[in-house]
């Protein structure tokens, strides 16, 4: 854990929090107030309390997930979180308490041979899990009342998609691929969440983790073989990347984040 100096950026080192057994997969919830870490090797995911004047974490409780919790995000409305099971080929579904930050199961949904990474989109209707050995994406419908997800499909992607991400709009989203060394570039249905490729672009060499930028231009990918980020501006009106060269990270870098994400 750590502080941001709002001047220069630098962090200040607070402390350490226990978590299961090889946390993986990170998100904080959209009021700011709560955490949640998938821990692949426990099949849990650890639940905290964030204190708003020092930042520290306080556990709240762990919860099972399926084998192999990988990844974990929670809905813009904050009432619902899902976690993706890389070892279980699914996806365990949650309802929120915004009050205590807690978790409550509502099920499982199947999905892709190794469920790598999770994502919802910005309207909270759809959910999309990157599925790292079926190298496509499930597609999900989100009931509004329930959380529940319903399967609205699968999209090929590259071979060995590992990060997903949505575009601020909702319009579009992208996903790293592995083993492909590339990005797979797709249009939303604004309707029916269902993804329509626009396309592959190359990236680094084992391409991780993937993120937008708040305003929806740029796009940033950790390519964990060859320690270094490629950049991409977005055509906002088509989705379509195009290359702004890479910059050098350190040894496989495998997590990219974006400050006001």
């Known amino acids: ?16 929090v226990g978590a299961g057994t090889d946390p993986v997969g990170l998100t904080i919830d959209p009021s700011g107030r709560f955490v949640y870490v998938a821990n692949e090797t426990s099949n849990n995911v650890s639940m905290y309390a964030i204190n708003p004047s020092t930042g520290v974490l306080t556990a709240i409780g762990t919860i099972n997930a399926g ?19 890389f070892g279980g080929n699914n996806v365990t579904m ?8 807690t978790l409550s199961p509502i099920g499982s949904i ?40 319903s399967s609205i499909g699968t999209v090929s992607a590259g071979t060995g998609p590992g990060g997903i991400t949505i575009h601020p709009s909702g319009k579009f989203a992208y996903v790293a691929n592995f083993y492909g060394n590339n990005v797979s570039m797709y249009a939303i249905d604004a309707v029916t969440g ?36 490629s950049m991409y501006t977005v055509n906002t009106g088509t989705g379509v990347l195009s290359s702004n060269g890479y910059v050098a990270a350190g040894a496989r870098p495998t997590s990219i984040s974006i400050v006001g994400q």
């Open 1 to 16: 854990m750590y502080t941001i100096n709002t001047g220069t950026g630098a962090l200040t080192n607070i402390g350490t």
């Open 67 to 85: 084998s192999g919790a990988y990844s974990v995000a929670i809905d813009p409305s904050g009432k619902f979180a899902y976690a993706a099971n």
């Open 94 to 101: 949650y309802a929120v308490n915004t009050n205590t930050g």
């Open 110 to 149: 199947s999905a892709g041979r190794g469920a790598a990474c999770v994502s919802v989109d910005p309207s909270g209707r759809f959910v999309y899990v990157a599925n790292n050995f079926s190298d496509d994406i499930s597609m999900y419908a989100i009931n509004a009342n329930t959380g529940a997800l």
């Open 194 to 229: 269902v993804l329509t490729s626009i396309g592959s672009i190359s990236a680094g060499y084992a391409p991780h983790s993937i993120a937008v930028d708040s305003s929806g231009k740029f796009v940033y990918v950790t390519s964990a073989n060859t320690s270094s980020v």
